[in-house]
């Protein structure tokens, strides 16, 4: 049935312009499923990806009005014609959109979260406007999907939940740097929490490990005493500072799964983290990772950075656990949904 179905993918951005977690797992998602036989049409106010196998509609938001941008997509989505498609999935933005048994919707978190853990009062008020939006999405006909637990706790009419993937083929372990580094991805000001990597790597990492360097991805320069800021490289690139690192650090107040945690577990590098929910979702303590609070944010970097046998230990657990993510497995189960709601609803 799989070389049969024709599926709508409906995503606001895609990571040829805004390249963030949702547009990347929509892209990822997307060309595996295309290698399974699927043909896939992707209809997104970004511009088709570099790399992209999946067919691409271009819309238009018709104004530079910043406000205004944030309600068209909703509008175009629902005016959209996709009857010749067997399975319509939507990746946000559907709340106008009338609900079908051969519609998907997948949650990539919790508006809800994300407004509870927003620094700056205009984020709380949108994010808090979404959070309704996503229970009309929930209510619609369909099947619905969350990317974690956590998020099917926050709305919990969610049918299933299958987790984000990585594709192995290309997130694979590479020769570490000479000297000892930590790489952190994300802001400073929002929930990635990036002041608290800052201030750990200056108070304690430094002064335990001083000829350690701190690698900042992200789009936010920064500076002091052994912090390199990498600004936001494509993916080859990432991938090699993934590899090059001897820990990953995520600080984060709130995380609706945890991408990079298992991009860098597949490149061999060991991770540790603030115990977040999406941290949780994907790290088990002291196996293939640590957790702990901001507050042991240095030790736990520390205790990483000059135990090699810990390193060794944590790293080749983590390339065992990340198996489980594999984009191509995570492809598989989508797939098997389609199918299966294919067979029922036709």
Partial sequence: MSSELKVAFLSKELPSDRCNGVSVQVHRLANALVKQGVRITCYSFSPKPDRAGYDHVHLQYGTANPVWKKIVPGIRFRSLKL??????????????????????????GSALNEALNA??????????????FEWVSCLRKGATVG????????????????????PLEIYTPGEK????????????????????????FHTTVREKVPGAILNVVGPRSCRGAGVRWLGTPEESLLVQHYREAWVYCMAST?????????????????????????????????????????????????????????????????????????????????????????????
């Fill in 177 to 200: 740097s000479p000297t000892p580094t930590v790489l952190f991805i994300g802001d400073f000001d929002s929930r990635k929490n990036g002041r608290a990597v800052l201030e750990a």
């Fill in 83 to 108: 009857s010749s498609c067997d399975i319509v999935h939507c990746h946000g933005d559907d709340y106008l959109r009338r609900g079908s048994p051969l519609r998907v919707r997948t949650f990539y």
């Fill in 254 to 346: 709130y995380e609706g799964f945890g991408v990079p945690l298992i991009e860098a577990m597949a490149c061999g590098t060991p991770v540790v983290s603030v115990a977040n929910a999406g941290a949780r979702e994907v790290v088990q303590h002291h196996y293939d990772g640590l957790l702990g609070t901001e507050d042991t944010l240095g030790e736990m970097l520390v205790r990483m950075l000059t135990d090699e046998g810990l390193r060794r230990r944590i790293a080749d657990n983590g390339l065992r656990s990340v198996k489980r993510f594999d984009m191509t497995r995570v492809a598989g189960e989508y797939l098997s949904l389609y199918e299966n709601l294919v067979r029922t609803h036709t």
């Fill in 119 to 132: 620094r700056r009062f205009d984020r709380l008020a949108r994010q808090g406007l979404f959070a309704a």
């Fill in 147 to 166: 990317i974690s637990r956590t998020t099917k706790r926050s709305l919990p009419l969610i049918h299933r939940v299958i987790p984000c993937g990585v």
